[in-house]
C-alpha cells in the first residue's frame, strides 16, 4: 500500500486513484476498483448520481486538473470525503490557485491532498495554500519530503494558514506591548 503525508504525518494511502484512459476515455462506474476511489472531476460529472448511489461519501474523492474550475465542485462538498489537485509537472503552479480557492473562497473544509508531480520544494508552499495531504511522487523519499514542514520558521507573505503578512504580524505584536502597563 502506498504512503502519503497527511496532516503532517506519513499514513498509509487507501484511495485508488482513477485516471482516464490513453485516449482520454473515462471508466464506467460499474468498472471502477472497490473501496474508495478519487476520480476525475469529469468522470464526477458525468456520473454524478451513479456514482452516488454506488459509494457513500466516505468512499468518493474528486480531482481537478490544472485546468479545472474549482466551482464546479464547489456545491458537492458534502457529497465527497476528499479533493485532490493534480499537479502533472513540477513547473504547472495552477494547482496552488485551485487550492486557495477551495480553501478561501469557497470555504471546502475536508481533505485538499495534492497528487501528481509532488516533490519535497513544493510540499510547505502547498500547505500555506491550503493543502493537507501531499501523495510524493513515487520515487522520492516521503521521509525527506515531510521533514520540508520544518524548513522556515517564520513567513513573510500572508496565506490561507497566516493570513497577515510578517509586517503586520510585527506591528500588531510592538502595538499589544505598548499597551502593557510598567
Not at 24 to 40: D, I, K, Q, T, W
Not at 72 to 100: T, W
Not at 140 to 169: H, M, N, W
Request: charged share 30%.
Amino acid at each position: 500500500m502506498a504512503s502519503i503525508i497527511k496532516n503532517r504525518a506519513i499514513v498509509n494511502d487507501d484511495w485508488a486513484l482513477v485516471r482516464p484512459a490513453e485516449d482520454g476515455s473515462l471508466p464506467a462506474v460499474n468498472e471502477l476498483p472497490a473501496g474508495r476511489v478519487l476520480v476525475p472531476l469529469a468522470l464526477w460529472q458525468a456520473e454524478h448520481d451513479a456514482l452516488s448511489a454506488s459509494r457513500s461519501a466516505a468512499e468518493l474523492g474528486v480531482w481537478l486538473a490544472p485546468d479545472s474550475e474549482p466551482a464546479d465542485i464547489a456545491g458537492d462538498f458534502d457529497k465527497v470525503a476528499v479533493i485532490a489537485v493534480d499537479f502533472p509537472v513540477f513547473r504547472d503552479g495552477r494547482g496552488y490557485s485551485i487550492g486557495r480557492l477551495l480553501r478561501e473562497r469557497y470555504g471546502y473544509k475536508g481533505e485538499l491532498r495534492a497528487i501528481g508531480d509532488v516533490l519535497r520544494d513544493q510540499v510547505r508552499l502547498m500547505f500555506r495554500c491550503g493543502f493537507d495531504a501531499f501523495a510524493v511522487r513515487a520515487d522520492k523519499d516521503i521521509s525527506d519530503a515531510l521533514k520540508a514542514f520544518d524548513d522556515f520558521t517564520v513567513q513573510y507573505q500572508g496565506a490561507f494558514d497566516e493570513p497577515s503578512p510578517l509586517f503586520r504580524r510585527r506591528a500588531a505584536s510592538a502595538s499589544a506591548s505598548e499597551k502593557v502597563p510598567a
